[in-house]
């Protein structure tokens, strides 16, 4: 995210002229509480005065060049310099042809001179190469003015001939008139900066005091007289910088506030997806109309044009913000981008466009915060399966949550089962049967009821469900989530997690809508299956001895039923683009998601479950590739169904035809990693950015990879020349649900 306003423009700085700035009546808006050090000019901010700094040297795009109108006050001042140094250069020697000046008086003029001529180009051309010396340029040019002020009063033939006891000529440069107009050019190149100024004026007067009074042969009276001067004017010019660098300041300070309305956040490119909702290019114009509002604003002068630009950016502002908090997504439109390609395009249209309306959400009160227990020691109870004699599978378990690559298959062969054993070690370990008062034997029968509620498919089942909360709550603990989450809250993501795929006949809802299925009538056609699983995930609750949520409160059940079917509901793909782009334009565009507040929570958790079930996508390679070979069965399961009925078959679900390599890799790039970016953008999570996305980043290069040149279905894994591993698509695959025989311990 870049910085929040964008650098003011130092043409701001000619607006503290007295005729510009009383006749734009700035002085009535002068803010007596801004926050500035009143003897040195300083804002207190280091940050606001390193910006106010930048604002006038560098340029406000790259802070890395010249500002423009630095660069034309450098051109005028170097020329003055070189022409003036030209001109006392050859004056010196003139003089000195005509004996009216001393050799070594020569001598002292031409080296002073040259030296503080290559130094000032030596300065100068660290400005274009050093950006430390432009950000101290200001610094770099105190010093060259200081230098060439000791040259001008030292270097002077009435002090010079009297330092060296030499004989005074009187024709020769007055040192008077060339302090003036060096003050006042340093005043132009310094943007009247009180402190820097200050100082030379106070060193000048100093130095042109003690050298003038203890050299010149002039007589006193005359000396006086030409030292009052002086002084008269560098306190004059001292008093003048003073109040031009408190107006530029008072200007900066007003602007920098005035332009937070105009705000625009920056998106990272990188997270810039080929398909976006109607509601990202509302937004996106919403942005544009306020970049030219900004632009306008930049220009114009006139107060009233001004407040009138001001007001219809913050209704833009509004009007932005009302669009991104309401519901409107039901239009998905594909960007041209020549990298995606046409079966992938097809393949989203058939499983990923099917967008409508979602309702409202209503506001929800947070509970107390749970605390995740970490001491394993404290809680005895936690490993409830001590009767089967196995220690790894406890310290397997103790990793929910916790170990990404966390692998349900090793709890599923020690035990049979998944989510029984899952949830009743969560469920110990957290205490939650004693804080919502379950009975131990009443969540053990709705645990075992959902577990047999997953048919036995072979990416559809109970392992995943499982391995699905392991995810959600990996992103929980890994992240500040579990700062906000209640315990109510975990055990509802706990229940969604473990039913959202309840029931599921390893067919689509495109299939089912096709194919006229009962489930189809039955929720008309609207998220089929989602809809199912979460009836199925209450009405097992309904069953004897089942109901997990018979203890809490009235309003607390209401609390956790809405909580787990929006994160149910939300794990309908058909939705994919209306919840991305809900979810991108809330956390990434406005960044004004707040977990404390209960609709925001729900989306949170939403956004959770869904990366969790495609949380495979970004495992390490073994289970990932293992995964994949399940969903691609699946696939094809249905894709053999279509082609008995004589029906098109879906994309990527004929096992004739379809490149797996090439299918994963479309469905990690243009499903997945966007999904991702922006989710692990939103938790800001070091653990869960490496663990996580790079892992997915490195799933894609291997499946594309793979589909180089690859046209064919069977093999998905291509083990190296010197490599013994290697298998091959098999009709029904051997670890399919239906083939799995629950060890004996």
Same mark, same amino acid.
């Given at each position: 995210?870049?910085?929040?306003?964008?650098?003011?423009?130092?043409?701001?700085? =000619?607006?503290?002229?007295?005729?510009?700035?009383?006749?734009?009546?700035?002085?009535?808006?002068?803010?007596?509480?801004?926050?500035?050090?009143?003897?040195?000019?300083?804002?207190?901010?280091?940050?606001?005065?390193?910006?106010?700094?930048?604002?006038?040297?560098?340029?406000?795009?790259?802070?890395?060049?010249?500002?423009?109108?630095?660069?034309?006050?450098?051109?005028?001042?170097?020329?003055?310099?070189?022409?003036?140094?030209?001109?006392?250069?050859?004056? &010196?020697?003139?003089?000195?042809?005509?004996?009216?000046?001393?050799?070594?008086?020569?001598?002292?003029? =031409?080296?002073?001179?040259?030296?503080?001529?290559?130094?000032?180009?030596?300065?100068?051309?660290?400005?274009?190469?050093?950006?430390?010396?432009?950000?101290?340029?200001?610094?770099?040019?105190?010093? =060259?003015?200081?230098?060439?002020?000791?040259?001008?009063?030292?270097?002077?033939?009435?002090? $010079?001939? *009297?330092?060296?006891?030499?004989?005074?000529?009187?024709?020769?440069?007055?040192?008077?008139?060339?302090?003036?107009?060096?003050?006042?050019?340093?005043?132009?190149?310094?943007?009247?900066?009180?402190?820097?100024?200050?100082?030379?004026?106070?060193?000048?007067?100093?130095?042109?005091?003690?050298?003038?009074?203890?050299?010149?042969?002039?007589?006193?009276? !005359?000396?006086? +007289?030409?030292?009052?001067?002086?002084?008269?004017?560098?306190?004059?010019?001292?008093?003048?910088?003073?109040?031009?660098?408190?107006?530029?300041?008072?200007?900066?300070?007003?602007?920098?506030?005035?332009?937070?309305?105009?705000?625009?956040?920056?998106?990272?490119?990188?997270?810039?997806?080929?398909?976006?909702?109607?509601?990202?290019?509302?937004?996106?114009?919403?942005?544009?109309?306020?970049?030219?509002?900004?632009? *306008?604003?930049?220009?114009?002068?006139?107060?009233?044009?001004?407040?009138?630009?001001?007001?219809?950016?913050?209704?833009?502002?509004?009007?932005?913000?009302?669009? +991104?908090?309401?519901?409107?997504?039901?239009?998905?439109?594909?960007?041209?981008?020549?990298?995606?390609?046409?079966?992938?395009?097809?393949?989203?249209?058939?499983?990923?466009?099917?967008?409508?309306?979602?309702?409202?959400?209503?506001?929800?009160?947070?509970?107390?915060?749970?605390?995740?227990?970490?001491?394993?020691?404290?809680? #005895?109870?936690?490993?409830?399966?001590?009767?089967?004699?196995?220690?790894?599978?406890? &310290?397997?378990?103790?990793?929910? *949550?916790?170990?990404? %690559?966390?692998?349900?298959?090793?709890?599923?062969?020690?035990?049979?089962?998944?989510?029984?054993?899952?949830?009743?070690?969560?469920?110990?370990?957290? %205490?939650?049967?004693?804080?919502?008062?379950?009975?131990?034997?009443?969540?053990?029968?709705?645990?075992?009821?959902?577990? #047999?509620?997953?048919?036995? %498919?072979?990416?559809?089942?109970?392992?995943?469900?499982?391995?699905?909360?392991?995810?959600?709550?990996?992103?929980?603990?890994?992240?500040?989530?579990?700062?906000? $989450?209640?315990?109510?809250?975990?055990?509802?993501?706990?229940?969604?997690?473990?039913?959202?795929?309840?029931?599921? /006949?390893?067919?689509?809802?495109?299939?089912?809508? %096709?194919?006229?299925?009962?489930?189809?009538?039955?929720?008309?056609?609207?998220?089929?299956?989602?809809?199912?699983?979460?009836?199925?995930?209450?009405?097992?609750?309904?069953? &004897?001895?089942?109901?997990? $949520?018979?203890?809490?409160?009235?309003?607390?059940?209401?609390?956790?039923?809405?909580?787990?079917?929006?994160?149910?509901?939300?794990?309908?793909?058909?939705?994919?683009?209306?919840?991305?782009?809900?979810?991108?334009?809330?956390?990434?565009?406005?960044?004004?998601?707040?977990?404390?507040?209960?609709?925001?929570?729900?989306?949170?958790?939403?956004?959770?479950?869904?990366?969790?079930?495609?949380?495979?996508?970004?495992?390490?390679?073994?289970?990932?590739?293992?995964?994949?070979?399940?969903?691609?069965?699946?696939?094809?399961?249905?894709?053999?169904?279509?082609?008995?009925?004589?029906?098109?078959?879906?994309?990527?679900?004929?096992?004739?035809?379809?490149?797996?390599?090439?299918?994963?890799?479309?469905?990690?790039?243009?499903?997945?990693? /966007?999904?991702?970016?922006?989710?692990?953008?939103? $938790?800001? !999570?070091?653990?869960?950015?490496?663990?996580?996305?790079?892992?997915?980043?490195?799933?894609?290069?291997?499946?594309?990879?793979?589909?180089?040149?690859?046209?064919?279905?069977?093999?998905?894994?291509?083990?190296?020349?010197?490599?013994?591993?290697?298998?091959?698509?098999?009709?029904?695959?051997?670890?399919?649900?239906?083939?799995?025989?629950?060890?004996?311990?």
């Amino acid at each position: 995210m870049s910085s929040r306003s964008e650098p003011i423009s130092p043409s701001i700085f =000619l607006h503290h002229r007295p005729s510009t700035y009383g006749l734009l009546g700035h002085e009535n808006h002068e803010n007596q509480s801004i926050p500035i050090n009143p003897n040195l000019l300083w804002f207190t901010s280091p940050y606001m005065e390193d910006k106010f700094i930048k604002s006038i040297y560098c340029d406000r795009k790259d802070h890395k060049t010249l500002s423009l109108e630095f660069r034309s006050t450098l051109l005028v001042f170097y020329l003055y310099l070189t022409l003036y140094i030209t001109i006392l250069i050859a004056f &010196s020697i003139l003089l000195n042809a005509d004996n009216e000046m001393a050799d070594s008086n020569l001598r002292f003029q =031409l080296i002073f001179l040259s030296a503080i001529l290559i130094i000032s180009y030596m300065i100068l051309y660290s400005f274009h190469k050093s950006t430390f010396c432009l950000y101290h340029c200001r610094f770099f040019l105190m010093l =060259l003015g200081f230098l060439f002020l000791i040259y001008l009063i030292v270097g002077d033939e009435r002090v $010079l001939s *009297g330092m060296l006891s030499e004989d005074y000529h009187k024709s020769s440069i007055p040192s008077t008139l060339g302090v003036i107009c060096w003050i006042i050019m340093m005043r132009n190149i310094l943007f009247d900066s009180f402190y820097l100024v200050g100082i030379l004026c106070v060193s000048s007067i100093v130095l042109f005091l003690s050298f003038s009074l203890s050299y010149s042969p002039l007589n006193d009276y !005359s000396i006086i +007289a030409e030292c009052a001067i002086m002084v008269l004017f560098l306190g004059l010019q001292v008093i003048e910088a003073h109040k031009f660098d408190y107006r530029s300041r008072q200007l900066f300070y007003r602007a920098e506030r005035e332009r937070e309305n105009f705000y625009i956040p920056e998106v990272d490119v990188s997270m810039q997806d080929v398909i976006k909702s109607e509601i990202e290019h509302l937004v996106n114009s919403c942005d544009s109309i306020k970049n030219d509002i900004k632009y *306008g604003y930049s220009v114009v002068m006139f107060k009233d044009v001004k407040n009138r630009l001001k007001n219809a950016s913050i209704e833009v502002e509004k009007v932005k913000r009302r669009i +991104a908090h309401g519901h409107y997504y039901k239009e998905i439109r594909f960007q041209e981008a020549p990298d995606i390609d046409k079966e992938d395009i097809e393949f989203i249209n058939q499983n990923y466009m099917e967008v409508r309306q979602t309702q409202d959400a209503f506001e929800i009160m947070v509970p107390k915060k749970f605390t995740f227990t970490e001491d394993e020691t404290k809680n #005895k109870k936690a490993f409830p399966f001590r009767n089967y004699g196995a220690s790894e599978l406890e &310290s397997v378990l103790s990793t929910i *949550g916790r170990n990404w %690559n966390f692998d349900i298959w090793f709890i599923y062969n020690a035990t049979g089962s998944s989510i029984f054993v899952i949830a009743k070690y969560l469920l110990k370990k957290w %205490n939650l049967n004693e804080t919502f008062n379950i009975p131990e034997s009443v969540s053990d029968l709705y645990f075992k009821t959902i577990e #047999k509620g997953y048919n036995k %498919n072979p990416y559809h089942n109970a392992c995943h469900a499982a391995d699905v909360l392991h995810c959600v709550l990996f992103f929980i603990q890994h992240s500040s989530l579990h700062v906000y $989450l209640s315990a109510l809250d975990i055990l509802s993501s706990i229940i969604a997690s473990l039913g959202h795929d309840v029931g599921h /006949p390893a067919l689509t809802n495109r299939y089912l809508i %096709n194919n006229h299925d009962e489930l189809a009538y039955q929720y008309n056609d609207q998220s089929v299956l989602e809809n199912m699983h979460c009836s199925n995930t209450f009405t097992i609750m309904q069953k &004897s001895g089942c109901n997990v $949520l018979e203890g809490i409160t009235s309003s607390d059940w209401f609390k956790a039923r809405k909580l787990i079917i929006d994160m149910i509901l939300g794990t309908d793909m058909s939705k994919h683009f209306e919840l991305l782009g809900r979810f991108r334009t809330r956390a990434i565009n406005l960044s004004d998601l707040d977990i404390e507040k209960a609709d925001d929570k729900v989306m949170i958790l939403a956004m959770a479950l869904k990366c969790g079930d495609i949380g495979h996508s970004a495992k390490v390679k073994d289970l990932h590739e293992k995964w994949s070979q399940l969903v691609c069965e699946e696939f094809f399961n249905q894709g053999d169904l279509e082609k008995k009925n004589k029906q098109p078959v879906s994309m990527y679900c004929d096992r004739d035809t379809t490149n797996i390599p090439k299918s994963q890799a479309g469905f990690i790039k243009n499903i997945c990693l /966007p999904l991702f970016e922006v989710w692990c953008s939103y $938790l800001k !999570s070091d653990v869960i950015n490496t663990l996580v996305l790079e892992q997915m980043k490195k799933n894609l290069a291997m499946w594309e990879h793979k589909s180089v040149g690859r046209r064919v279905t069977q093999k998905i894994y291509q083990s190296d020349e010197n490599s013994q591993e290697s298998f091959e698509w098999q009709r029904h695959i051997s670890i399919s649900y239906d083939q799995m025989n629950k060890p004996t311990l």
